[in-house]
C-alpha cells in the first residue's frame, strides 16, 4: 500500500527550528520526485519545496531558510525549517510525483494535478 506520513509539527517560536519527516512506504523515492506544500488558515494549499532527480527548489517566502533532503535507505524525506516565522504557521504536507521513464526528471512547479500521493498533514504553529 502506497503511503505517505508526515511527522514533525509541532508549536514552535519565531526565530526557531523544526524539522518535519515524510516516511513513505509501498514505493521507493529512486521513482518519485517529492515535494512539500502547506496550507495555512483560510488560503490555498501552495508549494513550498522540491526535491528531484537533479535538483531542488524554494519557492521565495522559505529561501534560505528552509531545506530539503532525503535518506533513501529509511525511505523518508525531510524538511528542515529554520528562522521560522509566524507567516510559516500552517499545515505542511508532502507530495509524490512518479519520475516518468524517458522523461528528464526536475522541479517544474507545484501544480497539485501532477503529483500521485500525498500525506495526511502535519500542523506547525510558530508564535510570534
Known amino acids: 500500500q502506497l503511503q505517505l506520513v508526515e511527522s514533525g509539527g509541532g508549536l514552535a517560536h519565531r526565530g526557531g527550528s523544526l524539522r518535519l519527516s515524510c516516511k513513505v512506504s509501498?514505493?521507493?523515492?529512486?521513482?518519485?520526485?517529492m515535494s512539500w506544500f502547506r496550507q495555512a488558515p483560510g488560503k490555498e494549499r501552495e508549494g513550498v519545496s522540491c526535491?528531484?532527480?537533479?535538483?531542488?527548489h524554494y519557492v521565495d517566502a522559505v529561501k534560505g531558510r528552509f531545506t530539503i533532503s532525503s535518506d533513501t535507505a529509511k525511505n523518508t524525506v525531510y524538511l528542515q525549517m529554520n528562522s521560522l516565522k509566524p507567516e510559516d504557521t500552517a499545515v505542511y504536507f508532502c507530495?509524490?510525483?512518479?519520475?516518468?521513464?524517458?522523461?528528464?526528471?526536475?522541479?517544474?512547479?507545484?501544480?497539485?494535478?501532477?503529483?500521485?500521493?500525498w500525506g495526511q498533514g502535519t500542523q506547525v504553529t510558530v508564535s510570534s
Open positions: 509501498g514505493f521507493t523515492l529512486d521513482y518519485f520526485t
Open positions: 507530495a509524490a510525483e512518479a519520475r516518468r521513464p524517458g522523461v528528464y526528471d526536475y522541479c517544474s512547479g507545484y501544480d497539485e494535478n501532477d503529483y500521485d500521493y
Open positions: 526535491l528531484s532527480a537533479t535538483d531542488t
